[in-house]
Protein backbone atom coordinates (compact mmCIF):
# COMPACT_ATOMS: atom_id res chain seq x y z
CA UNK A 1 0.00 0.00 0.00
CA UNK A 2 1.27 3.22 -1.09
CA UNK A 3 1.95 5.89 1.73
CA UNK A 4 3.03 5.28 4.82
CA UNK A 5 1.39 7.50 8.15
CA UNK A 6 4.00 9.92 9.32
CA UNK A 7 3.69 12.95 11.53
CA UNK A 8 3.75 16.48 10.17
CA UNK A 9 3.42 19.99 11.31
CA UNK A 10 -0.14 20.32 13.08
CA UNK A 11 -2.38 23.15 12.13
CA UNK A 12 -4.09 25.17 15.00
CA UNK A 13 -7.46 24.77 16.30
CA UNK A 14 -10.48 26.24 14.09
CA UNK A 15 -14.12 26.09 15.78
CA UNK A 16 -16.73 25.31 13.98
CA UNK A 17 -15.86 22.20 12.08
CA UNK A 18 -18.33 20.10 10.74
CA UNK A 19 -17.19 16.39 11.76
CA UNK A 20 -18.22 15.04 8.61
CA UNK A 21 -21.88 15.59 8.59
CA UNK A 22 -22.65 11.78 8.75
CA UNK A 23 -23.39 9.65 11.56
CA UNK A 24 -22.69 6.34 12.54
CA UNK A 25 -25.67 3.61 11.75
CA UNK A 26 -28.14 1.88 14.72
CA UNK A 27 -26.73 -0.98 15.94
CA UNK A 28 -30.15 -3.24 14.86
CA UNK A 29 -29.75 -5.13 17.57
CA UNK A 30 -30.22 -2.59 20.24
CA UNK A 31 -33.60 -2.63 21.10
CA UNK A 32 -35.54 0.60 21.23
CA UNK A 33 -33.09 2.76 19.70
CA UNK A 34 -34.49 5.54 17.61
CA UNK A 35 -33.55 6.19 14.66
CA UNK A 36 -30.53 9.04 14.22
CA UNK A 37 -31.77 12.57 13.47
CA UNK A 38 -34.62 12.39 16.28
CA UNK A 39 -32.54 14.34 19.30
CA UNK A 40 -31.66 17.91 18.71
CA UNK A 41 -32.07 19.88 15.41
CA UNK A 42 -29.06 17.54 13.50
CA UNK A 43 -26.68 14.92 15.43
CA UNK A 44 -24.62 15.53 13.21
CA UNK A 45 -23.00 18.36 14.62
CA UNK A 46 -23.82 20.38 11.17
CA UNK A 47 -25.23 23.85 12.01
CA UNK A 48 -28.15 24.58 9.84
CA UNK A 49 -27.49 25.72 6.42
CA UNK A 50 -29.95 28.47 7.12
CA UNK A 51 -29.15 32.38 6.31
CA UNK A 52 -29.63 32.85 10.47
CA UNK A 53 -26.07 30.39 10.65
CA UNK A 54 -22.88 32.28 9.62
CA UNK A 55 -19.77 30.57 8.72
CA UNK A 56 -17.90 31.35 12.25
CA UNK A 57 -21.33 29.90 13.92
CA UNK A 58 -21.06 33.23 15.82
CA UNK A 59 -24.89 32.00 16.68
CA UNK A 60 -23.53 29.65 18.71
CA UNK A 61 -20.71 31.72 20.60
CA UNK A 62 -21.17 31.52 24.59
CA UNK A 63 -18.60 32.28 27.59
CA UNK A 64 -18.43 28.45 27.81
CA UNK A 65 -17.71 28.27 23.86
CA UNK A 66 -15.54 31.39 23.36
CA UNK A 67 -12.33 31.49 22.09
CA UNK A 68 -10.32 30.23 24.97
CA UNK A 69 -13.26 27.80 25.76
CA UNK A 70 -13.90 27.29 29.49
CA UNK A 71 -10.79 27.10 32.47
CA UNK A 72 -11.46 23.03 32.49
CA UNK A 73 -9.90 23.08 28.66
CA UNK A 74 -7.00 25.14 29.96
CA UNK A 75 -4.98 21.75 30.69
CA UNK A 76 -4.86 21.40 26.91
CA UNK A 77 -2.42 22.44 24.71
CA UNK A 78 -4.62 22.02 21.90
CA UNK A 79 -7.79 19.60 21.12
CA UNK A 80 -6.67 16.15 21.69
CA UNK A 81 -2.97 16.68 22.36
CA UNK A 82 -2.92 15.62 25.72
CA UNK A 83 -2.00 18.35 28.94
CA UNK A 84 -0.14 21.34 28.46
CA UNK A 85 3.52 21.46 29.35
CA UNK A 86 2.90 22.75 32.57
CA UNK A 87 2.33 18.57 34.35
CA UNK A 88 1.16 19.95 37.40
CA UNK A 89 -2.17 21.38 35.83
CA UNK A 90 -5.05 19.40 36.90
CA UNK A 91 -6.16 16.99 34.04
CA UNK A 92 -9.59 17.66 32.69
CA UNK A 93 -11.09 14.35 31.55
CA UNK A 94 -11.62 14.70 27.94
CA UNK A 95 -15.07 12.41 28.43
CA UNK A 96 -16.66 11.57 31.96
CA UNK A 97 -20.07 9.79 32.28
CA UNK A 98 -21.76 9.64 35.61
CA UNK A 99 -24.01 7.20 36.52
CA UNK A 100 -25.62 6.94 32.68
CA UNK A 101 -29.01 5.50 32.26
CA UNK A 102 -30.95 6.05 28.83
CA UNK A 103 -33.98 4.52 28.14
CA UNK A 104 -36.23 4.22 25.30
CA UNK A 105 -39.88 4.19 24.49
CA UNK A 106 -41.40 1.82 26.51
CA UNK A 107 -38.76 1.55 29.11
CA UNK A 108 -36.47 -0.02 27.17
CA UNK A 109 -33.00 0.06 28.46
CA UNK A 110 -30.13 0.59 26.93
CA UNK A 111 -27.47 1.79 29.56
CA UNK A 112 -27.53 0.76 32.84
CA UNK A 113 -25.74 3.11 35.49
CA UNK A 114 -22.59 3.67 33.59
CA UNK A 115 -19.71 5.33 34.56
CA UNK A 116 -16.81 6.15 32.16
CA UNK A 117 -13.93 8.28 32.14
CA UNK A 118 -11.27 9.11 29.24
CA UNK A 119 -8.61 11.41 30.04
CA UNK A 120 -6.35 13.40 27.46
CA UNK A 121 -3.83 11.28 25.72
CA UNK A 122 -6.06 7.51 26.12
CA UNK A 123 -6.65 4.87 23.51
CA UNK A 124 -8.89 2.89 24.44
CA UNK A 125 -11.32 0.24 23.17
CA UNK A 126 -15.20 0.17 24.02
CA UNK A 127 -16.09 -3.84 23.03
CA UNK A 128 -19.13 -5.11 23.08
CA UNK A 129 -21.52 -7.89 21.03
CA UNK A 130 -24.37 -6.27 19.48
CA UNK A 131 -27.08 -5.15 21.16
CA UNK A 132 -24.82 -4.77 24.14
CA UNK A 133 -25.10 -0.96 24.01
CA UNK A 134 -21.66 0.14 22.86
CA UNK A 135 -23.56 2.06 19.89
CA UNK A 136 -25.49 3.98 22.22
CA UNK A 137 -22.81 4.47 24.53
CA UNK A 138 -20.91 5.80 21.26
CA UNK A 139 -23.55 8.36 21.21
CA UNK A 140 -24.12 9.39 24.07
CA UNK A 141 -20.30 9.92 24.29
CA UNK A 142 -20.63 11.54 21.40
CA UNK A 143 -23.22 13.80 22.34
CA UNK A 144 -25.63 12.56 19.16
CA UNK A 145 -27.83 11.95 22.45
CA UNK A 146 -28.90 12.40 25.77
CA UNK A 147 -28.98 10.16 28.45
CA UNK A 148 -32.38 9.57 30.34
CA UNK A 149 -30.23 10.13 33.69
CA UNK A 150 -26.74 10.70 34.70
CA UNK A 151 -24.05 13.34 34.08
CA UNK A 152 -22.10 13.55 30.60
CA UNK A 153 -19.49 16.25 30.60
CA UNK A 154 -17.51 16.43 27.36
CA UNK A 155 -14.33 18.32 26.97
CA UNK A 156 -15.11 19.93 30.67
CA UNK A 157 -18.53 21.26 29.42
CA UNK A 158 -21.65 19.78 31.12
CA UNK A 159 -24.11 18.61 28.15
CA UNK A 160 -27.18 18.83 30.50
CA UNK A 161 -26.52 22.47 30.40
CA UNK A 162 -25.98 22.66 27.24
CA UNK A 163 -28.99 24.24 24.02
CA UNK A 164 -29.35 21.92 21.29
CA UNK A 165 -27.48 24.67 19.39
CA UNK A 166 -24.90 24.76 21.28
CA UNK A 167 -24.60 21.60 21.61
CA UNK A 168 -23.96 20.91 17.72
CA UNK A 169 -21.00 23.21 18.21
CA UNK A 170 -19.34 21.70 20.69
CA UNK A 171 -19.45 18.65 18.99
CA UNK A 172 -18.44 20.01 15.75
CA UNK A 173 -15.49 21.83 17.63
CA UNK A 174 -14.29 19.45 19.68
CA UNK A 175 -15.53 15.31 18.07
CA UNK A 176 -14.19 14.01 15.50
CA UNK A 177 -16.13 11.15 13.72
CA UNK A 178 -14.61 8.23 11.97
CA UNK A 179 -17.17 6.24 10.32
CA UNK A 180 -17.18 1.95 9.17
CA UNK A 181 -18.93 3.44 5.99
CA UNK A 182 -16.35 5.81 5.12
CA UNK A 183 -18.97 8.28 3.84
CA UNK A 184 -16.98 10.17 1.24
CA UNK A 185 -18.45 12.21 -1.16
CA UNK A 186 -18.36 9.97 -4.46
CA UNK A 187 -16.81 11.60 -6.92
CA UNK A 188 -15.22 14.42 -4.76
CA UNK A 189 -11.48 14.46 -4.71
CA UNK A 190 -9.84 13.59 -1.23
CA UNK A 191 -8.15 16.87 -0.51
CA UNK A 192 -12.24 18.32 -0.74
CA UNK A 193 -13.90 15.64 1.20
CA UNK A 194 -11.56 15.93 4.21
CA UNK A 195 -11.94 19.59 3.69
CA UNK A 196 -15.62 19.71 3.54
CA UNK A 197 -14.61 18.86 7.07
CA UNK A 198 -13.90 22.50 7.82
CA UNK A 199 -16.79 23.96 6.17
CA UNK A 200 -17.72 25.71 9.08
CA UNK A 201 -14.77 27.18 10.47
CA UNK A 202 -15.37 30.68 9.09
CA UNK A 203 -11.84 30.13 6.79
CA UNK A 204 -11.82 30.72 2.91
CA UNK A 205 -11.78 27.22 0.83
CA UNK A 206 -7.76 28.11 0.39
CA UNK A 207 -6.78 27.42 4.06
CA UNK A 208 -9.57 24.66 4.22
CA UNK A 209 -7.73 22.62 1.81
CA UNK A 210 -4.33 23.77 2.33
CA UNK A 211 -5.22 22.25 6.13
CA UNK A 212 -7.20 19.03 4.24
CA UNK A 213 -3.61 18.65 2.78
CA UNK A 214 -1.90 18.61 5.65
CA UNK A 215 -4.09 15.81 7.47
CA UNK A 216 -3.96 13.89 4.36
CA UNK A 217 0.17 13.84 4.65
CA UNK A 218 -0.48 13.14 8.28
CA UNK A 219 -2.32 10.04 6.99
CA UNK A 220 0.22 8.70 4.65
CA UNK A 221 -1.83 10.01 1.80
CA UNK A 222 0.37 13.34 0.36
CA UNK A 223 0.33 11.45 -3.21
CA UNK A 224 -3.58 10.85 -3.06
CA UNK A 225 -4.97 14.73 -2.66
CA UNK A 226 -6.61 14.33 -5.81
CA UNK A 227 -7.94 10.97 -5.90
CA UNK A 228 -11.44 10.23 -5.73
CA UNK A 229 -13.23 7.52 -3.64
CA UNK A 230 -13.28 5.07 -6.54
CA UNK A 231 -9.52 5.39 -7.07
CA UNK A 232 -8.51 4.54 -3.67
CA UNK A 233 -8.32 0.94 -1.97
CA UNK A 234 -10.72 0.53 0.92
CA UNK A 235 -7.91 1.45 3.74
CA UNK A 236 -7.14 4.71 1.84
CA UNK A 237 -10.86 5.70 1.88
CA UNK A 238 -10.77 5.07 5.74
CA UNK A 239 -7.78 6.88 6.43
CA UNK A 240 -9.11 9.70 4.36
CA UNK A 241 -12.24 9.30 6.44
CA UNK A 242 -9.25 9.74 8.95
CA UNK A 243 -8.10 12.56 8.35
CA UNK A 244 -11.36 14.67 7.73
CA UNK A 245 -12.18 13.38 11.27
CA UNK A 246 -8.99 14.97 11.83
CA UNK A 247 -8.35 18.36 10.23
CA UNK A 248 -9.57 20.58 12.98
CA UNK A 249 -7.53 18.80 15.66
CA UNK A 250 -10.64 17.58 18.03
CA UNK A 251 -10.31 16.94 21.48
CA UNK A 252 -12.07 13.43 20.68
CA UNK A 253 -11.61 11.03 18.04
CA UNK A 254 -14.18 8.44 17.91
CA UNK A 255 -13.99 5.53 15.88
CA UNK A 256 -17.02 3.41 15.17
CA UNK A 257 -15.47 -0.30 13.80
CA UNK A 258 -12.55 1.68 11.69
CA UNK A 259 -12.09 -1.78 10.49
CA UNK A 260 -15.55 -3.80 10.30
CA UNK A 261 -15.31 -2.85 6.22
CA UNK A 262 -11.56 -3.42 5.32
CA UNK A 263 -9.62 -6.94 4.49
CA UNK A 264 -6.97 -7.42 7.12
CA UNK A 265 -4.02 -5.68 5.37
CA UNK A 266 -6.03 -2.90 5.05
CA UNK A 267 -7.19 -3.04 8.85
CA UNK A 268 -3.94 -3.45 10.15
CA UNK A 269 -2.66 -0.25 8.72
CA UNK A 270 -5.47 1.48 10.05
CA UNK A 271 -4.98 0.22 13.40
CA UNK A 272 -1.11 1.18 13.09
CA UNK A 273 -2.39 4.87 12.17
CA UNK A 274 -4.66 5.05 15.06
CA UNK A 275 -1.40 3.83 17.56
CA UNK A 276 0.51 5.91 15.84
CA UNK A 277 -2.20 9.33 15.95
CA UNK A 278 -2.28 8.27 19.60
CA UNK A 279 1.25 8.29 20.41
CA UNK A 280 1.19 11.62 18.82
CA UNK A 281 -0.95 12.82 21.45
CA UNK A 282 -4.55 12.20 20.16
CA UNK A 283 -7.51 11.02 22.24
CA UNK A 284 -8.96 7.85 20.59
CA UNK A 285 -11.83 5.76 21.62
CA UNK A 286 -12.53 2.63 19.09
CA UNK A 287 -16.06 0.83 19.56
CA UNK A 288 -16.12 -2.96 18.27
CA UNK A 289 -16.90 -5.69 18.19
CA UNK A 290 -13.93 -7.27 17.87
CA UNK A 291 -11.87 -8.85 20.58
CA UNK A 292 -8.25 -8.95 18.67
CA UNK A 293 -8.59 -5.61 17.78
CA UNK A 294 -9.67 -4.55 21.48
CA UNK A 295 -6.75 -6.96 23.20
CA UNK A 296 -4.12 -4.33 21.27
CA UNK A 297 -5.20 -1.27 22.81
CA UNK A 298 -3.52 0.11 26.04
CA UNK A 299 -7.39 0.24 27.72
CA UNK A 300 -10.11 -2.08 27.49
CA UNK A 301 -14.25 -0.72 28.61
CA UNK A 302 -16.51 -4.22 28.18
CA UNK A 303 -20.17 -3.29 27.86
CA UNK A 304 -22.74 -6.12 28.06
CA UNK A 305 -26.54 -5.70 28.54
CA UNK A 306 -25.79 -1.83 28.72
CA UNK A 307 -23.75 -2.11 32.06
CA UNK A 308 -19.85 -1.66 31.71
CA UNK A 309 -18.55 -5.00 32.97
CA UNK A 310 -14.27 -4.48 32.88
CA UNK A 311 -12.42 -1.98 32.52
CA UNK A 312 -8.78 -2.84 32.17
CA UNK A 313 -7.79 0.77 33.69
CA UNK A 314 -9.46 0.18 36.54
CA UNK A 315 -9.00 -3.05 37.51
CA UNK A 316 -12.72 -3.85 37.16
CA UNK A 317 -14.47 -7.02 36.24
CA UNK A 318 -17.95 -7.95 37.02
CA UNK A 319 -19.23 -11.69 36.72
Known amino acids: MTGTPHPVHRPGRHRGQDPGGRVPAQDPAEPGAPPLGTTGPDPTGTPARGAHESPALAAYESPALAANESPALAAYEGPGRGPAQDTHAPRTPVVELRDVVKEYAGGVGALDAVDLTVGPGELVGIVGPSGSGKSTLLHIVGTLDRPTTGTVAVAGH ?162
Request: net charge positive; hydrophobic share 45%; no cysteine.
Open 158 to 319: DIAALTDRKLSALRARHIGFVFQAFNLAPGVAAVDNVAEGLLYSGLPRARRRALAADALARVGLADRTRHRPHELSGGQQQRVAIARALASDPVLLLADEPTGALDTASGEVVMELLHTLNQEGATIAVITHDTEIAQRLPRRVRIRDGRVVADSARGKVVV
